[in-house]
């Protein structure tokens, strides 16, 4: 019913093609046992249970998810044919008194605290790893996130239209938004985020145009910034 409201749609076809107009650009599958990216053909998840999990969201939403995603449906073939794919089970937490601590709570401001003093007081390699997943600030290596900036598909498609240092200004000028989508909760939202929402505050912009620039083939590296922007 919500889905029905938000999306103005009023007969099942056509809250069905307004489902399918919004994940048009799905690039990727995430699961607790593993990921894949499908236009990469890079992921920790086989070929089974890649499988296996599209056709369970095909059943639940209708419709053939892969024959309607063009990332997914050419990847189908790669991780098809990947034998050495073999099934990832889930690891066990090393330090189990986070799930007991965040099963108790439920509130998001308690959680991310539970989060970050399990991850810096605790030294809890789950917690440290979910506060990088979350773009959270102030973390030891933000370099990471610079790192995951030029791995995004949606980035790499722009940068091939960036011929000069202005073509890159332009693009991300032309950004409508000036807000993240975090709104103001700090997280830091990836170059790919920023394009497909079509905003983003000061930071996620200056990260946005480092990634177009580094990626970019037409610009001579000493054109480049040489120094990576560090949210």
Same mark, same amino acid.
């Given at each position: 019913?919500?889905?029905?409201e938000?999306?103005?749609?009023s ?14 650009? /799905?690039?990727r ?12 053909? &890079? ?5 089974k249970?890649?499988?296996g999990t ?8 209708g ?7 063009p ?17 990832? %089970?889930?690891q %066990? ?20 605290? !539970? !989060?970050? /003093?399990q991850?810096?007081?605790? &030294? ?18 933000p370099?990471?996130?610079? &790192?995951?900036?030029?791995?995004g598909?949606?980035v790499w ?5 960036i ?22 909760s700090?997280?830091?939202a ?17 990260l946005l ?9 037409? !610009?001579?590296?000493?054109e480049?910034?040489q ?5």
């Amino acid at each position: 019913g919500a889905w029905k409201e938000s999306s103005g749609s009023s007969d099942t076809g056509s809250l069905s093609d307004a489902f399918i107009s919004r994940i048009f650009t /799905c690039d990727r599958l995430i699961t607790v046992t593993g990921y894949r990216i499908f236009p990469l053909h &890079q992921g920790t998840l086989s070929g089974k249970a890649i499988t296996g999990t599209l056709d369970k969201i095909s059943r639940f939403l209708g419709f053939d998810l892969p024959s309607r995603m063009p990332a997914i449906g050419n990847d189908i073939p790669t991780f098809a044919n990947q034998s050495e794919m073999a099934d990832s %089970p889930v690891q %066990p937490d090393d330090n189990p008194s986070l799930l007991t601590e965040l099963n108790a709570r439920r509130r998001p401001g308690e959680a991310r605290e !539970i !989060i970050r /003093c399990q991850a810096v007081d605790g &030294q809890n390699p789950l917690a440290m790893q979910a506060l990088y997943t979350g773009r959270w600030p102030g973390l030891p290596h933000p370099e990471a996130y610079v &790192q995951a900036a030029l791995t995004g598909y949606k980035v790499w498609l722009a940068s091939a239209g960036i011929l000069t240092v202005q073509d890159g200004l332009d693009l991300v000028n032309a950004i409508p938004g000036r807000e993240s989508i975090f709104g103001s909760s700090g997280r830091i939202a990836l170059p790919d985020e920023v394009l497909l929402f079509q905003t983003g505050n000061a930071n996620e912009r200056e990260l946005l145009l480092y990634a177009l620039l580094q990626l970019s083939e037409a !610009i001579p590296d000493n054109e480049k910034p040489q120094d990576p922007i560090l949210p």
